[in-house]
């Protein structure tokens, strides 16, 4: 809820208002279908929407919320491991970004901007009461135990998706020859224009605004299962099965199908504010003895009375708008017509024009566009700072009319080292302003990042006090960032990226679920083995940490999977076993993929990072995730049970079987 200038309440949300659950009948009932049954397997897939679902990965918010910003990792190789999935289920997908934002959407945004300036407000004090208690204070800061967990949180409520995550998506997407479009404003409009082009048959999204485009096919609650992709289920709406009423719609109704652009203005969506009272049941069904509001509506205009009339007369009926008379009727027009009209691109060969999304009616001229969609300007004189084309491919990243090379990262100064060509980019958290944010409050896992690009390496024995001691030192002696030939890209190091499949001729040569007999081949773990792995001087928490994982049914065993595998990384020729599997994650409702790796031979040894990974935030080095896998690998090899019997009495945790769990990579 807002609060407009004039002191009344707007109620906004993302698309329109309560479409899926109360405006399409039954279709939320029907069951979830697995993706490789699609027929069409070409897909446009909502690029913000997937980057919105790493929101609660710390890693992610460290890097947006760095000073200075960097492009997440963790944001590449999420969409690296879905796009893999997907590429494996014979899906051919358009990613699509958004633009700029159009002037009628302007509220909404300006709602999201205040969410996340109220975040930094909070995150500013609690930095400012801390940096005020250490002023002219040298060679200690003054910070409690609590203090530093806490600015932390407040930052990672601070962080928002950045221009540098969508740069480094895009220049991913190029590498690796995978097609993606940017909008000229809003992504979903964009998504439409593609399937009536026949470049895609469905879109992936959970926006409901794609249902009023009338997009042919949507999947929505989409469940990429990485590790198992034959598992990845949808929800498949089919516009066909709404006009023929098969979903007993309340939206599919007599004529209103034709309508579905003023029952979205009437419901509400994110360009124009629904009127108090005006919910589903008002407008679709009836209240108190009246007609539906959208059926009100169309005996009006199909009457051949000005439908301005009408409007003016529910907006001045409405006893809590605050708005100017006449405001919420000239708003219900422009978005009712923008939704219709939406600008968006359509490319024939190497040429790029932009078009609105259906035919201008037969009185309006291409000029007038802009005017009858409520733009301050003609839709492409938003356009202006370079060829269409160059906005197409994201060359010219749209919302802030600047180049995507721009937005990669920071890059070497003389600072970092005077050596290498400043057109370099730095590698992720190189670069650190400690004078904004002191190594006393930044995470140890960007830390041990800027420790390793200076050729320091941390391992499992160094705990956090450990890991900032070293920042200091390496300050003090003003150790360089080493030159880019010799410094290690991590995103190299998750999802399977530094091991190659390995055939040796055994049931391993596949992912297999037979782990015990492999794993029980392994070196034993005793005490000595963890200390060996993990340290002796590691804080007891971290390893209580892990064993309360295990006893808490955190590891999915049923997610278990092993295979033969080789790495460039270690001595050539040397075989390898992978172990893959999902644990769960401690304190919020996230799956993490984990990758162990082992010598493959009897008494083979944990082979520990870049080989082993979890997708935590500290999983590019050794973290609790891991360690609980030692521990459970030693019950394996400890147990008289078989494997069926031991994954029987295994605990499990419901969280990992409820619905509304995120896989994070």
């Given amino acids: 809820v807002l609060h407009s200038s004039g002191g009344g309440e707007i109620l906004v949300g993302m698309g329109v208002k309560e479409l899926w659950t109360k405006a399409l009948g039954d279709f939320r009932d029907e069951d979830l279908r697995y993706l490789h049954s699609l027929a069409d397997k070409r897909v446009v897939i909502d690029t913000s929407a997937w980057v ?72 500013d004090q609690k930095m400012h009461v801390v940096m005020d208690r250490n002023a002219g204070n040298v060679g200690i800061f003054d910070v409690s135990d609590a203090e530093p967990q806490d600015i932390l949180k407040s930052r990672r409520d601070t962080a928002r998706p950045t221009a540098e995550d969508f740069a480094s998506l895009c220049q991913w997407m190029d590498e690796n020859n ?74 599919a109704k007599g004529n209103r199908i034709d309508y579905l652009e003023e029952i979205s203005c009437l419901l509400g969506n994110d360009y124009i504010a629904r009127l108090y009272g005006n919910g589903p049941a008002t407008v679709l069904q009836g209240k108190n003895g009246k007609h539906p509001l959208i059926d009100q509506y169309i005996d009006h205009v199909q009457s051949g009375k000005p439908e301005r009339d009408f409007l003016l007369e529910v907006e001045r009926s409405n006893r809590k708008n605050s708005h100017p008379d006449g405001y919420w009727t000239e ?191 392994m070196m034993l773990v005793d005490d000595e083995y963890i200390n060996r792995h993990f340290g002796t001087e590691r804080a007891q928490y971290t390893r209580e940490k892990a064993l309360n994982l295990l006893k808490g049914g955190y590891i999915d065993a049923s997610s278990i999977r092993i ?33 162990v790796v082992f010598e493959n031979k009897g008494g083979g040894e944990y082979v520990p990072t870049p080989c082993s990974y979890c997708g935590c935030e500290n999983g590019a080095f050794f973290c609790s995730h891991m360690l609980c896998f030692l521990f459970f690998l030693r019950l394996v090899q400890t147990t008289s049970l078989s494997q069926s019997e031991y994954e029987e009495v295994l605990p499990e945790n419901p969280k990992i079987t409820q619905s509304g769990i995120t896989l994070i990579w």
């Fill in 52 to 123: 919105h679902r790493l929101d609660p990965r710390h890693d992610v918010a460290y890097a947006r919320s760095s000073e200075p910003g960097y492009p997440s990792l963790g944001v590449k190789t999420s969409f690296a491991a879905k796009h893999r999935a997907m590429a494996e289920l014979g899906f051919k997908c358009i990613y699509v970004f958004d633009g700029k934002t159009p002037d009628v959407k302007k509220l909404e945004n300006e709602r999201r901007r205040k969410e996340a300036e109220l975040a930094k407000v909070e995150y």
């Fill in 178 to 251: 995978i097609e993606y479009v940017q909008a000229p404003f809003e992504a979903d409009a964009q998504m439409t224009q593609l399937v009536k082009d026949g470049k895609a048959g469905a879109a992936i999204t959970e926006d409901g605004d794609l249902i009023v485009y009338r997009t042919a096919h949507i999947c929505s609650r989409t469940k990429i299962d990485t590790q198992h992709p034959e598992r990845s289920k949808c929800q498949y709406f089919d516009f066909g099965k709404l006009t023929r009423g098969d979903y007993s719609a309340e939206i």
């Fill in 331 to 521: 708003r219900f027009i422009q978005c009712r017509n923008l939704i219709c009209h939406y600008p968006v691109f359509k490319k024939e060969g190497s040429q790029v024009k932009i078009i609105p999304l259906n035919p201008l009616p037969a009185d309006v001229s291409y000029d007038e566009w802009g005017t009858l969609i409520g733009f301050e300007k003609h839709p492409q004189e938003y356009l202006q700072n370079g060829a269409l084309s160059e906005y197409y491919s994201m060359e010219t990243i749209a919302s802030l009319d600047c180049s995507r090379s721009c937005r990669l990262g920071p890059r070497y100064t003389s600072e970092e080292n005077s050596s290498v060509d400043s057109r370099e980019l730095l590698p992720i958290y190189a670069k650190l302003d400690f004078d904004k944010v002191p190594v006393e409050l930044q995470p140890a896992s960007v830390l041990r990042y800027w420790l390793l690009h200076r050729g320091i390496s941390t391992t499992e024995n160094e705990g956090d006090n450990d890991v900032r001691s070293l920042v200091q030192h390496a300050i003090e002696e003003k150790r360089v960032v080493l030159p880019p030939s010799m410094t290690l890209e991590p995103v190299k190091w998750v999802g399977f990226e530094p091991l190659a499949e390995a055939e040796l001729g055994d049931e391993y040569d596949d992912w297999n679920q037979k782990y015990f007999q492999k794993l029980r081949q």
């Fill in 563 to 595: 295979r033969n595998v080789k790495s460039d990384l270690r001595q050539p020729g040397e075989s390898l076993i992978a172990v893959k599997f999902q644990c769960l994650s401690s304190e919020r409702s996230i799956l993490h993929n984990v990758y």
